[in-house]
């Protein structure tokens, strides 16, 4: 399933993998900040898009990078990329 | 106009790198300008010199953070277009230039190899910084901005002259940008902090 929930969910497993602290991913919330909020730094952003890119068979060029700062820009650029 | 007094650090702990990661063509090209590109070989098995480049474009990005930027993630945005190797007897150290959309800031590197490497961005008319590196091993994340305070606070505190039980450091909620205050008043410090793995990375120039 493709859907928004099922997508936040994954997204959020990556993200979880590659945090130092795992506790703020698990209360992440849609409007939370990748960076601001769960803590990810640069280089673990990197790990993050190259997961996605895997995962989702799409790639994530350098706008929708720019543009993935909270949770749902993440899972929205997700869906608008493989429904497209 | 660009804040002269803005400085930007980053650190990298070099034994968390993921050589194998960190060295692929994919992972380089999601971080790396074409121009960046000539500083190294994909391949290269020089231990240090993609990190340190990620750690220069890191610093610039919370450099020009601080000029007013968004907080965004985009490495390309960044570009490494001087670096120059400042190698002696005792450091291995590199200066340079990187530029933006919105302009040029100066940085200086230092190598501690198989430790640390670290960048530190700053203006053309801001070259009297002071930086503080510290080990602080291996301790519980939830800890990690605590400590990071009370190490700002000491170093600060070293600075002023100001006692550092009386100092509070506040963060801009948007931005993120970190200010020292005493008595509600905030010092007239830019300060940098920056932590990766074990090491606590602090830097700060005063700006009157």
Excluded at chain 1, 14 to 24: Q, S
Excluded at chain 2, 95 to 110: A, L, R, T, V, W
């Amino acid at each position: 399933m493709n859907d928004y929930p099922t997508i936040k969910t994954q997204v959020l497993k990556i993200i979880e993998k590659y945090a130092f602290n795992k506790d703020l991913v698990k209360e992440a919330l849609d409007d939370s900040r990748i960076i601001a909020d769960l803590k990810i730094n640069s280089a673990r952003i990197v790990d993050i898009i190259l997961d996605i890119e895997d995962q989702y068979n799409i790639e994530i060029d350098d706008k929708s990078i720019e543009k993935m700062i909270r949770v749902k820009d993440a899972v929205e650029i997700i869906l608008n990329k493989i429904n497209a | 106009m660009l804040n002269k007094y803005a400085i930007g650090n980053d650190i990298i702990d070099l034994k968390l790198s993921d050589k194998q990661v960190w060295r692929q063509k994919r992972f380089l090209d999601k971080i790396f300008t074409t121009n960046e590109f000539q500083y190294f070989k994909p391949d290269t098995t020089n231990d240090f010199i993609i990190e340190l480049l990620f750690s220069c474009k890191e610093s610039a990005y919370k450099y020009f953070v601080k000029q007013g930027r968004e907080r965004a993630f985009n490495p390309h945005s960044f570009s490494v277009c001087e670096l120059i190797n400042r190698e002696n007897h005792s450091k291995i150290q590199y200066s340079g230039i990187i530029e933006c959309d919105q302009g040029n800031c100066k940085f200086i590197s230092e190598v501690n190899p198989s430790r640390y490497v670290h960048s530190l961005c700053f203006t053309n008319d801001c070259s009297f910084s002071s930086i503080f590196i510290k080990s602080i091993g291996t301790v519980n994340e939830n800890s990690i901005s605590e400590i990071a305070g009370l190490e700002l606070k000491h170093f600060i505190s070293g600075l002023s002259g100001i006692d550092e039980s009386s100092l509070e450091l506040v963060k801009d909620q948007i931005t993120l940008i970190p200010y020292i205050a005493y008595k509600g008043r905030i010092l007239p410090f830019d300060i940098s902090i920056s932590h990766d793995g074990e090491y606590i990375a602090v830097a700060a120039t005063k700006t009157e």
